[in-house]
Nanobody, 126 residues
Framework: QVQLVESGGGLVQPGGSLRLSCAVSGRTLSSYTMGWFRQAPGKEREFVAGINWNGANTDYADSVQGRFTISRDRAKNTVYLQMNSLRPEDTAIYYC???????????????????WGQGTQVTVSS
């Protein structure tokens, strides 16, 4: 059974930075596409960033392009989301997800992602 555990969330002031981590256990995800999604109160869960199996392909939501960076360490079976220049509208629960059939593609929709973490809260406020 694959388990994804997010960490690194917290409270940060506008303009600050956080790095989220997603540790995967139960299976090596070296061939999986990995993604980060977020869900703010009263809103749908939305795509934030994704990375294919070898890191050659990445994709970002327009709202985070240039501020967030997704990366993966295949040896550690861990995916990261570096978030800089954070804004109050980035406040949400952030979820890590794995697409076991992804390989080369990065999908922005939730359906292809078959494993999900429990989420970590990110709050951007002064």
């Amino acid at each position: 059974q694959v388990q994804l555990v997010e960490s690194g969330g917290g409270l940060v002031q506008p303009g600050g930075s956080l790095r989220l981590s997603c540790a995967v256990s139960g299976r090596t995800l070296s061939s999986y596409t990995m993604g980060w999604f977020r869900q703010a109160p009263g809103k749908e869960r939305e795509f934030v960033a994704g990375i294919n199996w070898n890191g050659a392909n990445t994709d970002y939501a327009d709202s985070v392009q240039g501020r967030f960076t997704i990366s993966r360490d295949r040896a550690k079976n861990t995916v990261y989301l570096q978030m800089n220049s954070l804004r109050p509208e980035d406040t949400a629960i952030y979820y890590c997800a794995a697409d076991s059939q992804g390989a080369w593609r990065v999908d922005r929709i939730r359906a292809p992602y078959d494993y999900w973490g429990q989420g970590t809260q990110v709050t951007v406020s002064s």
